[in-house]
């Protein structure tokens, strides 16, 4: 694995609104998920630095945050499913994340979901725009580190058959651990060839 593609990428921009919203020059991988979901720790393991905040409280990340590489942009999407205190602030985190993503701006989606936990109805909102708008998507499985082999092997079969109801356009689901690095490489490997094919 070329790390390498890695070692340069840096906070570029953070917006709080859709036209903030830095040029699109690049191939742009968006993480998606429930906040606490795990997508910072994902984003510390993929770059191997920490480079994104993480915290133990829902729906601390309520901007999108742009990273960008030579070849690449991942953008990282507040977290869905929490609720916030102002409604001036929930009005304008919802019209954030619609804009966004109703812009089919991102080439590719890493859709994360909790491997503690069944689909949430924001879940599955979430699977099925995707699937609808057929923006590319994967399926990546946080925390895995937390279940037993026997534990995650049913999880994995009950969300997969969870989201076969919804759709089955999506490219393939990951177990991951930022923890213990399972996967991490995998996860490497999967945006240096999107970036690559999208060019």
């Given at each position: 694995m070329k790390e390498k593609e890695f070692e340069n990428i840096?906070?570029?921009k953070s917006i709080g609104e859709i036209n903030q919203i830095p040029a699109k020059t690049l191939t742009e991988i968006a993480l998606s998920g429930r906040s606490n979901v795990g997508k910072s720790s994902l984003l510390n393991s993929i770059i191997s630095k920490k480079i994104a905040y993480t915290s133990k409280n829902?729906?601390?990340?309520?901007?999108i945050n742009f990273y960008k590489?030579?070849?690449?942009?991942i953008a990282d999407v507040p977290g869905y499913g929490f609720s916030l205190k102002s409604r001036n602030e929930k009005t304008r985190f919802n019209k954030l994340t619609d804009e966004y993503f109703n812009s089919k701006r991102p080439d590719c989606v890493l859709q994360l979901i909790d491997s503690r936990h069944d689909l949430h109805d924001n879940d599955k909102q979430m699977?099925?725009?995707?699937?609808?708008t057929k923006i590319k998507f994967y399926i990546i499985l946080t925390k895995v580190d937390k279940l037993s082999n026997s534990?995650?092997?049913?999880?994995y079969l009950n969300l997969k058959s969870q989201i076969s109801i919804i759709s089955q356009n999506y490219s393939e689901i990951i177990g991951v651990s930022a923890k213990t690095g399972l996967n991490i490489n995998k996860i490497r490997s999967l945006i240096i060839s999107e970036a690559k094919n999208s060019r």
């Open positions: 840096f906070l570029e829902a729906g601390k990340t309520i901007l590489a030579k070849n690449f942009r699977i099925n725009f995707l699937s609808e534990q995650y092997e049913q999880f």
